[in-house]
């Protein structure tokens, strides 16, 4: 039986999850001792002293049917070298291979465990994304260039800015809809805290007009949760449950709702590594599980195109470099290979790279109400973790 994370109950600390771009929640520990590696010593000849030998044998388990890096052509020594590396990361909770469909390693860290459901923060955005591919499939939507504004008739009448009634659900997906970066200033941040969206949908100016440029705003996703909710007329955790996370064999854990009771679509939904990796995968075989069609194969396709390229620019010192975007998915490079990232804060990553058919999941500490240095500092760990293991990798 699974076991939940701790997440905090008082109304403060729901709010503040929201900008899930850099706020995570503190996870109590559950199962100390499955943290625990055999370590071992490994013989090197001519080696003064001897490493440790990393521990990343898959636990037994119906939900994944379970081989060796070596047998599905991955290097065991590059495998070795990432976990050992990963026992040096403070706040790392897990780190899992998914080679050819099949999981090749897996181990958890820092008192995690295999069956504990984890809040996957901005994660939850590309999941949002695979949900409005289902909507329009179940005719919930009729097109994804629907205007925002016609499922918010509470505030369609005060808009003042006539650019807010062009705004489509395509432009959201893409992060292209106008709205600004809360980050960017402390009123955005005021407001998000306060968890009262729908009037905002007035009160946020933009800052380019709808389908112009690319920022980083939470509140756009949060308002799609919201649409895919009232155009299907249901529970969105219930249609995720049925169309998305039931079908993959998976569980929906805690999905934290906003002050007016709406679920959070920027970030919150909670699922267990293995689960997370189950999403990867399913965007790797082109939308299908065991057989099954879960998603289009044309939604997947759209959803991992580049819409703004160089969405987001860190510098050279940043693991993996210049970020592009699609929907609710990041497109990086590093050395030879081009791939695609699911990414929340503190370190949440599922990777997706085609030309290995591997994913590569992480889960991590996600600093719930915290962003500052310290935070970004871990979360920049697992990122160079991550980025030097597909950096080592061979071109196929």
Known sequence: MRTQSTTQNRLHSIILFVVSWFIPLGLTACDPSSSEGDHRSVDVEGAEESLPEADYVPLAGEDWEISTPEEQGLDPDLVEDLYRDAEDLETLYSVLLVKNGVLVAEKYFNGASRDESRLLQSVSKSMVSAL????????????????????????????TDPRKREITLRQMLQMR???????????????????????????????????TSFYYSNLTYSWLAVILQRACGTDLRDFSQEHLFGPLDAEVGDWLKDAEGNYVGSGGIH??????????????????????????????????????????????????????????????????????????????????????????????????????????????????LVGDFISSLPAE
């Not at 329009?136 to 505030?155: A, R, T, Y």
């Not at 791939?339 to 370190?347: D, E, I, K, R």
């Open 132 to 159: 409005a591919g289902i909507a329009l499939q179940e005719g919930c939507l009729s097109n994804i260039d629907q205007k925002m504004i016609e499922f918010f008739p509470e505030v369609a009448d005060q808009v």
């Open 177 to 211: 809809s106008g709205y600004p970066d809360e980050e960017t200033d402390p009123a955005f941040l005021e407001a998000l805290y306060q968890g009262v969206y729908t009037p905002l949908v007035e009160g946020f100016p933009l800052v380019s007009p709808p389908g």
């Open 271 to 384: 699922l267990t590594p293995r689960e997370a990796a189950k999403f990867g995968q399913l965007f790797l075989d082109g939308g299908k599980y065991q057989d099954q069609q879960i998603l289009p194969a044309a939604w997947v396709d759209d959803s991992l195109k580049i819409y703004s390229p160089g969405a987001k620019d860190y510098g050279w010192g940043f693991p993996f470099g210049k970020l592009d975007y699609g929907y609710g998915w990041w497109h990086a490079s590093v050395r030879k290979h081009d791939f695609w990232f699911a990414w929340g804060h503190g370190g949440q990553f599922i990777v997706l790279l085609d030309d290995l058919d591997l994913v590569i999941v992480t889960t991590a500490d996600p600093f719930f109400g915290q962003h500052d240095g310290n935070s970004w500092k871990h979360e920049k760990e697992v990122f160079g």
